[in-house]
Nanobody, 124 residues
Framework: QVQLVESGGGLVQAGGSLRLSCVPS????????MGWFRQAPGKERDIVAA????????YSADSVKGRFTISRGGAKNSVYLQMNSLKPEDTAVYYC?????????????????WGQGTQVTVSS
């Protein structure tokens, strides 16, 4: 069974940092585009950042540019999201997802594997 397992969420004060991790189990996602999405209460799930299957392209939403960085590494091609200068509006459940190579990097509809999510809460 293929799973994406997120970790690293928690409660942090505004201005602080967190590093989210996404570790695949059941298979590796070395030829997959990987993305981080988030969903706040009452809102749609939005793209935060993504990295293409060959690491040649990264994408960051305007709201997180300069603060969040996506990276990939490790034997299982784990994916990470370094989040700095966190703001209360970053509060959401963060999801890791995988899409086949060639998928539109920022399009949620093209991601076909999803994790269960990890809660990030930023206090003011």
């Amino acid at each position: 069974q293929v799973q994406l397992v997120e970790s690293g969420g928690g409660l942090v004060q505004a201005g602080g940092s967190l590093r989210l991790s996404c570790v695949p189990s059941g298979r590796t996602f070395g030829l997959y585009t990987m993305g981080w999405f988030r969903q706040a209460p009452g809102k749609e799930r939005d793209i935060v950042a993504a990295i293409s299957w060959n690491d040649a392209t990264t994408y960051s939403a305007d709201s997180v540019k300069g603060r969040f960085t996506i990276s990939r590494g490790g034997a299982k091609n784990s994916v990470y999201l370094q989040m700095n200068s966190l703001k209360p509006e970053d509060t959401a459940v963060y999801y890791c997802a995988a899409a086949p190579a060639g998928a539109t990097i920022y399009a949620a509809r093209e991601y076909n594997h999803w994790g269960q999510g990890t809660q990030v809460t930023v206090s003011s």
